[in-house]
């Protein structure tokens, strides 16, 4: 899978001098959720060890013909960052990762359970 250099999905929306937190949805169709998880141990990410930067929440499961992973991080920055360092290596490497389908949104309330 490649998405070429930090993706282009829009600038990070501001409210006056802050960062507002940025949600994404990504579904891959066609990608076992096996995938998901070899992607998951080439970034040595097991909970909060190797947790990327600037990520305040993260989920992912299995749906019909692929998986989806459900994710909101404290900017748009962050989330930039670990693509171009960390996960698009991790993609190139385990390979046979189709192209996502991207919803990205403005997190406008989050609550810590």
């Not at 998405?3 to 990608?31: C, E, Q, Y």
């Not at 991207?102 to 359970?113: C, G, I």
Request: with cysteine.
């Amino acid at each position: 899978m490649v998405l070429r250099g930090a993706p282009t999905w829009g600038g990070t929306p501001t409210w006056g001098d802050n960062n507002v937190a940025m949600g994404h949805i990504l579904k891959f169709s066609g990608a076992s959720i096996e995938k998901y998880d070899a992607v998951n141990e080439e970034l040595g990410w097991a909970g909060e060890e190797g947790k990327p930067q600037g990520l305040l929440a993260h989920a992912a499961g299995q749906i019909d013909n692929g998986f989806c992973v459900v994710e909101w991080w404290n900017s748009e920055a962050d989330w930039d960052t670990f693509f171009s360092s960390r996960l698009q290596p991790a993609f190139d490497k385990v390979g046979g990762i189709p192209h996502p389908q991207v919803t990205r949104f403005p997190v406008h309330r989050s609550y810590p359970v």
